[in-house]
């Protein structure tokens, strides 16, 4: 059977890509899947593993690079309400995998609870997030993280508590299919004086990162005590080019891809960069951004 028979109403063909990363380029995608609830994600993923077809989750994109020729295979996004709902119990929010951060951290801050507004101004959603342990100096999700439910490749679905959880710069063990759900426990605050904080930490990343620039991505981790933008820069390399991709010259641990761009000039500039830092400051960069 065709693997979209019956799916009419939630899964597209050769989806362009571009229009779902935060980069605004790449191939598209097999298989799109835009399951509108928990039933059809599961219909989506056995079917999947019945064809053989590999799948792959998108959140917000923004740490993602698919290159020019696309992915096979089927890419599920959980943009659907079901998958987006926030709610708060005291000093818990639970959160869906496919909400927006941001949302998440705006609910909490309402409700005068502190904690995940040290991730403000990173891009993308709950499930990216929980995935790769999002964080910032100030601290990561996972800190906060009490529960976490998921689907696993067989479409079943599991519970996580706070015991099984763990979370590691830019890692974490939820690395079953789709994260589909978690709750975070935090701490309770003067709302006003919260907001003012997540106000002067979101000026303070303004300043320093391209965040206002759409098609920018954050290419490298960290190597350990180190900045991966101090050392490009080091590297003589702000503001260098190839072709339509470019490091930014506000913060070098970022790459703007001017509009049109494909994705070989990234992936070229990438592989530039990782050779010069190399050269010149004998450090190995390892990429954080994800190539499709
Ligand atoms: C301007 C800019 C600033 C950034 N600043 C920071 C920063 O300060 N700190 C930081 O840590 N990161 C930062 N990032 C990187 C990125 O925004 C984060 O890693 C973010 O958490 C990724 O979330 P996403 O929803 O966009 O995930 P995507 O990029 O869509 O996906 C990332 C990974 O998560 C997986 N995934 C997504 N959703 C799910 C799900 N529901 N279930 C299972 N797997 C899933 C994907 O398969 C992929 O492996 C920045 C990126 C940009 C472009």
């Known amino acids: 059977m065709p693997f979209s028979t019956g799916f009419e109403a939630f899964v597209r063909s050769d989806e362009p890509l571009y229009l779902h990363t935060w980069l605004h380029i790449g191939g598209p995608a097999e298989f799109f899947a835009t399951p509108r609830d928990r039933d059809e994600l599961k219909s989506v993923v056995t079917r999947a593993a019945e064809q053989g077809l590999t799948v792959r989750l998108l959140g917000g994109g923004s740490n993602i690079l698919v290159r020019d020729e696309g992915v096979k295979g089927v890419v599920v996004r ?23 951060l941001g949302h998440v951290m705006s609910e909490a801050v309402a409700h005068g609870l502190a904690g995940l507004e040290s991730l403000v101004g990173i891009p993308g959603t709950i499930g990216g997030a929980l995935r790769l342990n999002a964080g910032t100096r100030s601290g990561d999700i996972g800190q906060w993280t009490k529960r976490a439910t998921v689907m696993n490749r067989a479409g079943e679905i599991i519970e996580h508590e706070r015991p099984d959880l763990v979370f590691a710069y830019r890692q974490s063990s939820l690395d079953e299919l789709v994260i589909l759900e978690a709750e975070f426990e935090l701490e309770s605050e003067n709302p006003e004086e919260l907001s003012k904080r997540m106000q002067k930490q979101w000026i303070v990343r303004k300043a320093g990162q391209p965040l206002g620039h759409q098609c920018a991505g954050q290419v490298f981790r960290n190597p350990r005590g180190m900045s991966a933008g101090m050392l490009i820069d080091q590297a003589g390399l702000k503001g260098h080019r190839v072709g339509a991709a470019e490091v930014s010259d506000r913060h070098a641990n970022f790459i703007i891809a001017d509009p049109n761009c494909p994705s070989r000039d990234v992936i070229e500039l990438i592989e530039l960069i990782r050779e010069r830092v190399q050269d010149r400051l004998g450090v190995e960069l390892e990429t954080d951004i994800e190539i499709w």
Do not use: C, M, Q
């Open 78 to 100: 959980l943009d659907a309400p079901a998958f987006a709902e926030i709610s708060t119990i005291g000093d818990v929010v639970r959160a869906g995998g496919g909400a927006k």
